[in-house]
């Protein structure tokens, strides 16, 4: 079909659904190209998450600042998706049903439909929000979840809502189709209705009838089948079971019943910020390293994954813009081993390197999930104790932008540009937020790569307790597979990005490195400092025990020498002279080397209070403090 015939092809669908207010309504197919509805019907959203979170996706792009998901949890036969967007009028909706995988987000063509702002920038939304979507499936997405679903969509100022009904079909049904065909991977029926709220936008989406799998998923059906069998116990936190067999009740049993980490009432606020505490908790559910998948079931799982996903803004402040006095900070500025200079002024973080504020955040967006409203669960201070040498988080921070000058446009796809920071911390809480996490525009679509986009250093240790966030505010999008939830790892930006982030990891691991030998070569000096104080104190206290204090003489000093280096001092002639290689076999000054003269020291003053030197020589003295000094060191 011509260019031509497809925009009279949806003008006509646009003037029936117009027609449908005299109660007629339009009943027409969703056609598509095969492989598009393939991948979406058949698995390229492999999770109800998935879904979920290309309809909130869709409603950022949309301009919505909320966005209200209501769910009958734990019974799941029944979602709606509700946002307070732009709609659609009834020229978008028929483009949407004639054109799935044929968006007209960053298109001329959207300025018309409403989609998108201007012909010069259609890379933004009509109130200039940066698109996240780009392909024209997000919607389609619910197939994982259901094959019957309604659109309920207003535009402001529009007195009519439009309705479209959809059943989906399985591509996996269709076993007579005829490659390079239009493939009917659906039924439609639309109609229009009167409107009493005028200036009201926005659209509703309805889930019906769940399919069997993705109900099965969000109730968490496996896993409390293996706890009715005995094979697990219950998740710690989850929103309870529905009785086996029976659709509409809850399992029997206190184990079965909600177990929720916030109170009955709470805001949505401050339940989420309830339930992001609760699985910061060191030990959270009496482990020592939490994950999600043992604390939580699946419905909470997903709750923190779409938390992740969004655009929202963060539980606590956004890394860049809190002062974080918990924490030592650090600017990544460029190549070469003296890049990492510390942060120690009192402002934040983004003020000493020049950077704009809430950089990857929409303050304007708010997601609403049944009783939680959704934050980034991401917490920089209050976070957990360890035994480890540096007690306290360390923030990497870094931006780079690239213009890609020396290669052609087509082969780079135009400048990259992201800002990001790495946070090594003694424990990281839970374990899933190990790893890098790759922000669009402001919203990823995975968790966190543990691979740190394989870094092929073996750092195991260090590896485990870094969190690292990239916020991309230019390019990368070309990069991007259909499913946004990978990426072509062959693509310049992506190359860029993982050359740079390596980098950082590796600069950012050293810094950590050096910081912990000197705490722990400052901790090993106090504590000999301390052991000298605590053997004088011993001696000191013993000579004038033994002595009296009228004693003529003070403690004898012990004067240590290398072999054949004993000097005569005039003023330390009542001085224990001992030497290190015939005492204690080894010459140098190690802490090991400095303890041992320190104790043997204070074993030879002992000696000199009880007069059991006075009597012997000096090599005598030192055969019988070599003796002692192998007691002394035995497990040395």
Known sequence: MSETERS?????????????????????????????????????????????????????????????IQTDRPRFQRITISDNGNGMGPEAVAHLIRHI????????????????????????????????GKVGIGLFSVSHLTQSFQIITKVANESWRTIASIRLRQYSEVQDHIEGDPYEAGLVTIWQEPASDVEAKGTTIVLNGLKPAARDTLRSSATWLGVSRGMHIPPRYHVGAVASGREYELAAGEASMPSLPWQPGDAPDVAFASFVNAIGEPNAGGQRNPQLNDLLDYYLRMVWQLSLAAPLPYVDEHPFDSVLSESRQYILNGPGPTSVSEHTGSGPLREAAGWPARIG??????????????????????????????????????????????????????????????????????????????????????????????????????????????????????????????????????????????????????????????IRRNQRDSEADRQVDVLESIVSDFWLETLGSDADSPVPPVVWSDSGSKVADEHQSDAIRLSREHVLRATGASKRLQRAESQMGAIAQVLAAMNLLEDLDEQQVERLMAQLAKIVMVDE
């Not at 259609?122 to 698109?131: I, N, Y």
């Open 8 to 68: 009279a092809a949806d003008n006509d669908l646009r003037d029936q659904i117009l027609d449908s207010r005299n109660g007629e309504p339009v009943h027409t197919a969703l056609e598509t190209d095969a492989q598009v509805i393939a991948r979406v019907t058949d698995g390229i959203y492999s999770q109800p998450a998935s879904a979920f979170r290309e309809l909130i996706s869709n409603a950022y792009d949309a301009d919505a600042t909320e966005v209200v």
């Open 101 to 132: 995988g044929g968006s007209a987000k960053r298109s001329a063509e959207g300025v018309g439909l409403g989609i998108t702002k201007s012909i010069a920038d259609p890379s933004l939304s009509p109130g200039g929000r940066k698109l996240i």
């Open 361 to 518: 955040v929409a303050e304007d967006f708010k997601v609403i999930f049944d009783d939680l409203e959704l934050r980034r669960p991401l917490k920089f201070s209050g976070l957990a104790e360890t035994s480890n040498a540096v007690k306290t988080p360390m923030i990497f921070a870094g931006h780079l932008r690239d213009e890609f000058l020396d290669l052609p446009v087509e082969s780079t796809g135009g400048p990259l540009e992201f800002y990001a920071y790495l946070m090594w911390m003694p424990k990281v809480i839970p374990i899933d937020d190990v790893g890098s996490l790759i922000r669009i525009h402001g919203a990823s679509g995975s968790g966190f790569d543990e691979t740190f986009l394989k870094y092929q250093v073996a750092e195991t240790t260090r590896l485990k307790q870094i969190s690292c966030e990239i916020f991309v505010v230019q390019g990368l999008e070309g990069a991007l597979n259909i499913d946004r939830e990978s990426y072509n790892f062959s693509h310049t930006h992506v190359v860029r990005l993982t050359s740079w982030l390596h980098t950082a990891l590796s600069r950012s691991i050293g810094t950590q490195k050096s910081l912990a030998n000197v």
